[in-house]
């Protein structure tokens, strides 16, 4: 079970939109629909963005939107704002009850 | 409101077990489909998902480290604890638990695969 690949990193000015690319394998993203984000600022706690591929929970900006191609997963986060600077990560469910998440994105707004 | 806090020592040498203790509020571990979550971040690096307890007691562990971890649970007390075995430097992190919620609709409950919320992690070093 090896860590989802996540680009090291993405930069935007703001209004932009980024996309984070999460490549996994056949037994885990490609498997199933049950890829999350999670946003994390430094020193902070991640927090849920996407769930389910694309589903979005209550509060977060529909700015952020999710989607899956085969083995990898996609965050794109439209009309980028200073306060979405921050790390992403992807995750998911890897069958047999077990997750696995990405190695991690920084998001610059530039 | 779902709140959860993650507590236990901030040192451990190498060798030594470490145990970690989850204490949440907010949702009980003995409703259907419902768990708890352990995932741990070294410092300037990735999450990595650890284990995982649900609400019959079932559990699930990280392939890679499977043979050092033991979750357990005390729904009375609202606790989750985590053990890990032969602690080495590598093993350096802040370590978070999260919530695996359910959704009901029509009596169906369907177990949620995300986790949401975390606690606010707690960074253990291994060094003698």
């Known amino acids: 079970q090896s860590a989802l690949t996540q680009p090291r990193s993405v930069s935007g000015s703001p209004g932009q939109s980024v996309t984070i690319s999460c490549t996994g394998t056949?037994?885990?993203?490609?498997?199933?629909?049950?890829v999350s984000w999670y946003q994390q600022h430094p020193g902070k706690a991640p927090k849920v963005m996407i769930f389910?591929?694309?589903k979005r929970p209550s509060g977060v900006p529909d700015r952020f939107s999710g989607s899956k191609s085969g083995n990898t997963a996609s965050l794109t986060i439209s009309g980028l704002q200073a306060e979405d600077e921050a790390d992403y990560y992807c995750?998911?469910?890897?069958?047999?009850?077990?997750?696995?998440f990405g190695t991690g994105t920084k998001v610059t707004v530039l | 409101q779902i709140t959860l806090k993650e507590s236990g020592p901030t040192l451990v040498k190498p060798t030594q077990t470490l145990t970690l203790t989850c204490t949440f509020s907010?949702?009980?571990?003995?409703?259907?489909?419902?768990?708890v979550g352990w995932i741990r971040q070294p410092p300037g690096k990735a999450l990595e998902w650890l284990a995982l307890i649900y609400w019959d007691d079932d559990k699930s562990y990280s392939p890679s480290l499977k043979r050092r971890l033991t979750i357990t649970k005390d729904s009375s007390k609202n606790q989750v604890v985590l053990t890990m075995t032969n602690m080495d430097p590598v093993d350096t992190a802040t370590y978070y638990c999260a919530h695996r919620g359910i959704t009901v609709f029509r009596g169906v409950i369907t177990p949620h695969n995300w986790f949401d919320p975390w606690g606010q992690g707690t960074l253990v070093t291994v060094s003698s």
């Open positions: 389910d591929v694309n």
């Open positions: 995750c998911s469910y890897a069958g047999n009850y077990t997750y696995v």
């Open positions: 907010g949702f009980s571990l003995n409703t259907s489909g419902v768990g």
């Open positions: 056949s037994s885990d993203i490609g498997s199933y629909n049950y």
